[in-house]
DNA sequence: ATCTTATGTGACATTTAATGTTACATAAGA
DNA sequence: TCTTATGTAACATTAAATGTCACATAAGAT
């Protein structure tokens, strides 16, 4: 499978729009991110739904936070974008029935589950803000000084 | 992507192997599995390099359990398959240098860490035995009394 | 009113990494 | 020497993501 990278992208995104003065539009955002307006809108739709963003047609319009990056978490922005499938793994699947496919699929399964929860209880400790703060120190040491880089 | 479902296919494939008494072809393999004998050769021949089975070519050959369940943990199947790619979710990696996508990714990479952790983690408490276990209880459940299925 | 700039959306192409398939070399028992 | 296996490479298929294109719709600008 190919790797979904809405999240991220999304993120990258959001940090953009909240240094803009007025909405940004699909087509600035596109070249932000490397791909192309339709993308964006398609992909930005599921967090205007989600009441993260506001989009505005015509003259002046385009996208903008409809509330600060201190009151979005991670968590809120995966599950506007539909909770994206998290794993490349899966299970058999077979359909066979067989009692010894079902054993090892549960507890592949089991293993999945503890991962997932440990990845949703990362998005949810953390605020888009936290990434913007972020941006800005390594704004500061790539600036003058290297030495704290890791 | 395609989900790689190679790490509950092997769990059902090592489940299979340790009731039998001489060595298991590929070809019988493949029909436990839902596939066929190629896939089995290509996806068992890990295990063979880690020490978990042996194959042997010619009449009477196969492949056999190099050591009892109880001694082999998820973590070494998983590792033994190469450590199979876990997210279905990337980075942005547009290559842009952009800071801000910087961040947004190393937010996201570090979620996607922890998750793996939790994975890897639960992997290696568990004994490819344990699974056995739990087929047979169901195997009981399943012959007299259906009421403690969840 | 009409033009221009945007989003909204559906259909289809491309990409990518997995599994599936086929063919044949190699090893070893019968 | 025949038959049964694994070993392996090459290629086909599949699935799910992103990329692309076309056109409808809405709203400010002229």
């Not at 991110?33 to 009441?51: E, H, I, K, W, Y």
């Not at 539909?82 to 507890?107: H, R, V, W």
Request: glycine share 10%; net charge positive.
């Amino acid at each position: 499978m190919r790797a979904d990278n809405r999240l991220p992208r999304v993120l990258h995104a959001l940090l953009h729009m909240a240094e803009m003065k007025g909405p940004a539009t699909s087509s600035q955002l596109a070249k932000m991110l490397g791909t192309n307006p339709s993308v964006v809108r398609r992909t930005m739709s599921g967090l205007r739904d989600a009441g993260l963003l506001i989009s505005v047609k015509g003259h002046g319009g385009g996208w903008s936070l409809k509330k600060p990056l201190e009151e979005i978490s991670l968590i809120e922005v995966y599950e506007a974008l539909g909770q994206p499938q998290l794993f490349a793994i899966g299970l058999s699947q077979s359909g066979s029935g067989c009692l010894m496919e079902k054993a090892a699929d549960q507890f592949t399964a089991n293993a999945l589950a503890k991962a997932s929860s440990a990845f949703q209880a990362e998005l949810r400790e953390v605020k888009v803000s936290e990434i913007a703060h972020q941006f800005k120190n390594q704004l500061e040491s790539g600036a003058g000084r290297k030495q704290h880089q890791i």
